[in-house]
């Protein structure tokens, strides 16, 4: 963490997002000086009224901004201004053109977990650059709803039973346990009565 109570300039067009910045800011260094504005102009008027600032916060598609070539301007008038761009625009060439930037230290998508936001901020206040690393969302199962009756056989196939047996415990036929399994089966996505009675219910 730095000696002195750092300024941090945080641009984006978004209230919500300068919101969560200012946050992430805060849990990281405890406490900053943090300067919003929400364009390219403002920006520009913000890093020169402030040359002493640590970090700047900046996203690429605000008005103001060219989708990005501005940035080029910004780091020009102020090189020793450590440069962490958070941004919707993630194609190869807008990443490419922002990280050949000197003081560029990161580029994050605004996808991305606050923990990668976090590291992000910590490179640059120690003069590091980070490689790109877009994260894609992790697949999700999904939602699986069972009806009660297919509920019920599931229990009592976790608890070993054959379904001749759970017929009988729930006085229907053997047939219709069978369809009731492969219906479990299918809304489970697995391919036996092992893993259906493994499967565990709070990981679905």
């Known amino acids: 963490m ?40 403002a920006l520009m008027r913000a890093a020169a009224a402030h040359p002493g600032a640590q970090l700047a916060l900046v996203d690429l598609n605000m008005p103001g901004m060219e989708r990005g070539y501005r940035l080029t301007e910004l780091a020009h008038r102020h090189p020793g201004l450590p440069l962490v761009v958070i941004s919707a625009l993630t194609t190869p060439d807008v990443v490419r053109r922002s990280l050949e930037i000197p003081s560029v230290c990161a580029f994050v998508p605004k996808s991305a977990p606050s923990e990668q936001i976090s590291a992000a901020i910590d490179a640059a206040l120690h003069g590091r650059k980070l490689p790109f690393a877009h994260r894609a969302p992790e697949a999700r199962r999904p939602e699986v709803v069972l009806t009660p009756r297919m509920e019920e056989v599931r229990q009592l196939l976790r608890q070993g039973m054959s379904n001749k047996l759970i017929a009988r415990t729930l006085g229907i036929s053997e047939g219709t346990v069978k369809n009731h399994m492969s219906e479990i089966f299918k809304a489970l996505q697995v391919s036996n009565r092992t893993q259906a009675a493994q499967l565990d219910a709070d990981t679905l």
């Open 2 to 41: 730095l000696d002195s109570l750092p300024t941090v300039l945080i641009a984006d067009d978004h209230a919500l997002v300068r919101d969560g910045m200012r946050g992430l800011i805060a849990a990281w260094l405890g406490s900053a000086h943090c300067i919003e504005v929400g364009d390219g102009d």
